[in-house]
């Protein structure tokens, strides 16, 4: 069974920084790109980041381009999102989420439950 | 970036009837079109992908259908279970790009 737990949500203050992980199991993970996607309280989906699955090749929404950086560590199943000069409009819950082929990014066939992130002062 | 427009809003159906839900790219996507279900305090569950396909153990009551730049979700006899949030969304792998739309509440009429 394909379970992802992501982690390391909270409160951060405007400017600070935070680090979401997303742990993976079931799936051979190092054969499927992994993404980021994140939701404003109340608000629609928004594709965030996504990394293939040797790592080798990343991708960044413009909104978080320079501040956001995507990595995974294979040996421990498991993909990080470090977000730095955080803002307001960064509040929202984070999925990870996993691609539905090993040959494609998207579109996203699992999902992990959501880590709220909170930017506010 | 390509805007996903879907509509209606909100679409009120009583369990038995059939819905449908409209999404329209602001260019063509070819079949690059997946339709999600969401329902409150839940992750989004992928329903169709390819526009047409559906995901592994999503029931037959659930279709997509169109391409280009206009597709639709037909859900044929709306179950207690479908009332939810629907989302479309493009899909480019690379370079990989992606937008989703504003969301469709189907409510229970």
């Known amino acids: 069974e394909v379970q992802l737990l992501e982690s390391g949500g909270g409160l951060v203050l405007p400017g600070g920084s935070l680090r979401l992980s997303c742990g993976a199991s079931?799936?051979?993970?190092?054969?499927?790109?992994m993404s980021w996607v994140r939701q404003a309280p109340g608000k629609g989906l928004e594709w965030v980041s996504g990394?293939?699955?040797?790592?080798?090749?990343?991708y960044y929404a413009d909104s978080v381009k320079g501040r956001f950086t995507i990595s995974r560590d294979n040996s421990k199943n498991t993909v990080y999102l470090q977000m730095n000069s955080l803002r307001a409009e960064d509040t929202a819950v984070y999925y990870c989420a996993k691609a539905l082929r090993s040959f494609d990014w998207l579109p996203s066939d699992y999902w992990g439950q959501g880590t709220l992130v909170t930017v506010s002062s | 970036e390509i805007v996903m427009t879907q509509s209606p809003a909100t679409l009120s159906v009583s369990p038995g009837e059939r819905a449908t839900v409209s999404c329209r790219a602001s260019q063509s996507v070819s079949s690059n079109l997946a339709w999600y279900q969401q329902k409150p305090g839940q992750a989004p569950r992928l329903l169709i992908y390819?526009?047409?396909t559906r995901a592994t153990g999503i029931p037959a009551r659930f279709s997509g259908s169109g391409s280009g730049t206009e597709f639709t979700l037909t859900i044929s006899s709306l179950q207690s279970e479908d009332f939810a949030v629907y989302y479309c969304q493009q899909y480019k792998n690379w370079p990989p790009e992606s937008t989703f739309g504003q969301g469709t509440k189907v409510e229970i009429k």
């Open positions: 079931g799936f051979t993970f190092s054969s499927y790109a």
């Open positions: 390819g526009a047409s």
């Open positions: 990394m293939s699955g040797t790592g080798g090749s990343t």
